[in-house]
T-cell receptor, first 110, second 112 residues
Framework: GESVGLHLPTLSVQEGDNSIINCAYS??????FIWYKQESGKGPQFIID???NMDKRQGQRVTVLLNKTVKHLSLQIAATQPGDSAVYFC?????????WGAGTKLIIKP | DVKVTQSSRYLVKRTGEKVFLECVQD?????MFWYRQDPGLGLRLIYF???????EKGDIPEGYSVSREKKERFSLILESASTNQTSMYLC???????????FGNGTRLTVT
């Protein structure tokens, strides 16, 4: 299918290793942050979210870390699997709208 | 699970045609959104609606209009399709400010 984005940063990870995807956000007043996964030909799929009164939140195989001091988010995926291959976007929610990060393409090496 | 359904996965239309893209959500969400996604440009907000019959312009509303007659349905209208509107169109909904948007699988529109 058509690529979600041209010239996206790419992260290649060995199957079974942990993946860390980073994101810088823009608005210091944003207080809600979301990670999405987008597979080729599909819409973005919600993975995990975090509010600004937290610095860490865990889900199933995923962890989001928030550093408000440097306006940085990261998504950690444990024991990366072939099905994790996708483009990952962070987003900050401001009023009714989402402000999107550029996206990172995650490639899993067998 | 929230389900956002877009009526068509693929559409091919001719320049000048009027095009309707339909979106339905099943979670009684207040807010609905239309985005377009283009390689290298990311997701751009076209219009959103926070209530029935209410609409707000997003970042790129030119050439588009919307309709929200019922809470669950949000339609995007291209009054006169042009080739620069060839894109992937994504509908989304959410219930409150501090909740994630849930997206449909998109409609890939080609205008020839």
């Amino acid at each position: 299918g058509e690529s979600v984005g041209l010239h996206l940063p790419t992260l290649s990870v060995q199957e079974g290793d942990n993946s860390i995807i980073n994101c810088a956000y823009s608005n210091s007043a944003s207080d809600y942050f979301i990670w999405y996964k987008q597979e080729s030909g599909k819409g973005p799929q919600f993975i995990i979210d975090i509010r600004s009164n937290m610095d860490k939140r865990q889900g199933q195989r995923v962890t989001v870390l928030l550093n408000k001091t440097v306006k940085h988010l990261s998504l950690q995926i444990a024991a990366t699997q072939p099905g994790d291959s996708a483009v990952y976007f962070c987003a900050e929610k401001w009023n009714y709208q989402l402000i999107w990060g550029a996206g990172t393409k995650l490639i899993i090496k067998p | 699970d929230v389900k956002v359904t877009q009526s068509s996965r693929y559409l091919v239309k001719r320049t000048g045609e009027k095009v309707f893209l339909e979106c339905v959500q099943d979670m009684d969400h207040e807010n609905m959104f239309w985005y377009r996604q283009d390689p290298g440009l990311g997701l751009r907000l076209i219009y959103f609606s926070y209530d029935v019959k209410m609409k707000e312009k997003g970042d790129i509303p030119e050439g588009y209009s919307v309709s929200r007659e019922k809470k669950e349905r949000f339609s995007l209208i291209l009054e006169s399709a042009s080739t620069n509107q060839t894109s992937m169109y994504l509908c989304a909904s959410d219930g409150t400010f501090n909740s994630p948007l849930h997206f449909g699988n998109g409609t890939r529109l080609t205008v020839t």
